[in-house]
T-cell receptor
Framework: GENVEQHPSTLSVQEGDSAVIKCTYS??????FPWYKQELGKRPQLIID?????GEKKDQRIAVTLNKTAKHFSLHITETQPEDSAVYFC????????????FGAGTRLAVHP | EAGVAQSPRYKIIEKRQSVAFWCNPI?????LYWYQQILGQGPKLLIQ????????DSQLPKDRFSAERLKGVDSTLKIQPAKLEDSAVYLC?????????FGSGTRLTVV
């Protein structure tokens, strides 16, 4: 079955710096790659997603890139702010699997003022 | 639109007791998922429903966990008997095709 690996497990940056989180997936049939942000004690919330027919997608300070050949995708956060501090999860799914999401283990991002 | 509703928010039980969680998905969402999130880990899929049918329960410990979705809407997840390692947040999510919405979850502590 699908397996998603996520790195790093923790990331500490200074406010204003960029942060990059990387994920790799195992099933080449995967075609949908969302990123979720989870603040302490709260539900995971979708922040950006990308489908396999697109190589990059941006939404203000966040962007996601996808390399289908290498089977990896990355989240990029620019001009980080303290409120970006949270745990970020990548996930992958494929339509043949009824779109069930398989999650990475998460990255704890700390943005220091 | 209203979000995914879950109850209770918190539950503390002793091992070997039983517990049930309830989920009401977003109206019109055919797919409903139950995930288990152990502290410090990513959500792990337990069971997936399409309308009121199960499409994937391969990760559900069926000797103690059960779930049902009546009339393709609300769902309940039950644990009987509970073990210490079942302590986790149980998240319900619903969706259409891409991207789904999570509920606030039920935090279960087994002592």
């Amino acid at each position: 079955g699908e397996n998603v690996e996520q790195h790093p497990s923790t990331l500490s940056v200074q406010e204003g710096d960029s942060a990059v989180i990387k994920c790799t997936y195992s099933d080449s049939a995967s075609n949908y790659f969302p990123w979720y942000k989870q603040e302490l004690g709260k539900r995971p919330q979708l922040i950006i997603d990308i489908r396999s027919n697109v190589g990059e997608k941006k939404d203000q300070r966040i962007a996601v890139t996808l390399n289908k050949t290498a089977k990896h995708f990355s989240l990029h956060i620019t001009e980080t702010q303290p409120e970006d501090s949270a745990v970020y999860f990548c996930a992958a799914s494929w339509s043949g699997g009824y779109n069930k999401l398989i999650f990475g283990a998460g990255t704890r991002l700390a943005v220091h003022p | 639109e209203a979000g995914v509703a879950q109850s209770p928010r918190y539950k503390i039980i002793e091992k070997r007791q039983s517990v049930a969680f309830w989920c009401n998905p977003i109206s019109g969402h055919a797919t409903l998922y139950w995930y288990q999130q152990i502290l410090g880990q990513g959500p792990k899929l337990l069971i997936q429903f399409q309308n009121n049918g199960v499409v994937d329960d391969s990760q559900l410990p069926k000797d103690r966990f059960s779930a049902e979705r009546l009339k393709g809407v609300d769902s309940t997840l039950k644990i009987q008997p509970a073990k210490l390692e079942d302590s986790a947040v149980y998240l319900c999510a619903s969706g259409q095709v891409y991207g789904y919405t999570f509920g606030s979850g039920t935090r279960l502590t087994v002592v």
